[in-house]
C-alpha cells in the first residue's frame, strides 16, 4: 500500500510541475528543472524561509481558486 501511496504522491507532484508551466517554458529539460528546484531549496535553506513560503503559498492558494472559479464557470 505505500508504495502505491508514494506513486500517487509523486504524480501529483508531476502534474503541479506541469500544472505551473513549468515544462513548457523549460522545452522540459530536465536539467533546467532540476537547477531550479535546487534554487528553490537553496531559498528555503537561507533566511529568506519564512517570507517565501509565506508568499508561495499565497500564490498557490490564489492560483488554485482561480482555476475552481474558472471550472465552475
Do not use: C, S
Amino acid at each position: 500500500m505505500k508504495r502505491r501511496e508514494r506513486t500517487r504522491h509523486l504524480i501529483e507532484l508531476g502534474g503541479l510541475v506541469i500544472k505551473a508551466g513549468l515544462v513548457d517554458l523549460t522545452d522540459d529539460d530536465r536539467a533546467t528543472l532540476y537547477g531550479a528546484f535546487l534554487t528553490i531549496a537553496g531559498k528555503l535553506q537561507g533566511e529568506e524561509r519564512d517570507n517565501a513560503l509565506i508568499l508561495w503559498q499565497r500564490k498557490g492558494k490564489r492560483a488554485f481558486e482561480a482555476e475552481q472559479e474558472t471550472a465552475k464557470g
